[in-house]
């Protein structure tokens, strides 16, 4: 078992529209939980960040950690054609030096 | 502001030849990592740096050696480069420990 579980996707999703994007783990002293957004030949570039459990917004993006349940989101509000990327989630134990990171979700906004 | 920069941004090479690809960082970071990205297999971690003159071991690290000699610079070699070693490879940086990291743009290799 993979530590970090993501549904590749494909996502599409029309303009304006709620997209919520997932992953689960199976390492239940990850603390440390991130988002990156990577658009197609470019390196990820950090979106998110998040320490523990609870929900952290940044505009038109929302963070979830459910450490309970081991699995965290990303919700995109009124998605835009510019959004359209692969989305990593990332993770890391309060102690480590790794990052773990799912396999990446792409999504497509259509305008 | 640079962040992280890979050289080159594109290589192919022959079976067996031996290349080494560059990571600069001018963040002052100290944790440096380098990442292959497959298709389907997401980022996986060859080796990584927790400081000058050191090097450790990641998930995927045979076939590849590094060094970091300078603070900076993060340095992955291929000595005899095989057509598994085709991938993405991404250097990236991190303040320390519990910090999020930052990547490069990326090296595209492809190993004919």
């Known amino acids: 078992q993979k530590e970090v579980e993501q549904d590749p996707g494909p996502l599409s999703v029309p303009e304006g529209a709620i997209v919520s994007l997932n992953c689960t783990y199976s390492?239940?002293?990850?603390?440390?939980f991130m988002w990156y957004r990577q658009y197609s030949r470019k390196g990820p570039e950090l979106l998110m960040y998040?320490?523990?459990?609870g929900n952290k917004e940044d505009g038109r993006f929302t963070a979830q950690v459910d450490k309970s349940s081991k699995y965290i989101s990303l919700f995109i509000r009124d998605s835009q054609p510019s959004d359209s990327a692969t989305y990593l989630c990332?993770?890391?134990?309060?102690?480590?030096?790794?990052?773990?990171f799912g396999t990446g979700t792409s999504l497509t906004v259509i305008p | 502001n640079a962040g992280v920069t890979q050289t080159p941004k594109f290589r192919v090479l022959k079976t067996g030849q031996s290349m080494t690809l560059l990571c600069a960082q001018d963040?002052?970071?100290?944790?440096m990592y380098w990442y292959r990205q497959d298709p389907g297999m997401g980022l996986r971690l060859i080796h990584y740096?927790?400081?000058?003159?050191?090097?450790a071991k990641g998930e995927v690290p045979d076939g590849y050696n590094v060094s970091r000699l300078k603070k900076q610079n993060f340095l992955l070699g291929l000595e005899s480069a095989a057509p598994s070693q085709t991938s993405v490879y991404f250097c990236?940086?991190?303040?320390?420990?519990?910090?999020?990291?930052?990547f490069g743009q990326g090296t595209r290799l492809t190993v004919v």
């Open positions: 740096s927790v400081g000058e003159g050191t090097t």
């Open positions: 963040m002052n970071h100290e944790y």
């Open positions: 990236a940086s991190s303040r320390r420990m519990n910090t999020e990291a930052f």
């Open positions: 998040t320490y523990s459990s």
């Open positions: 390492n239940s002293a990850f603390q440390y």
């Open positions: 990332a993770m890391k134990v309060d102690t480590g030096n790794q990052f773990y």
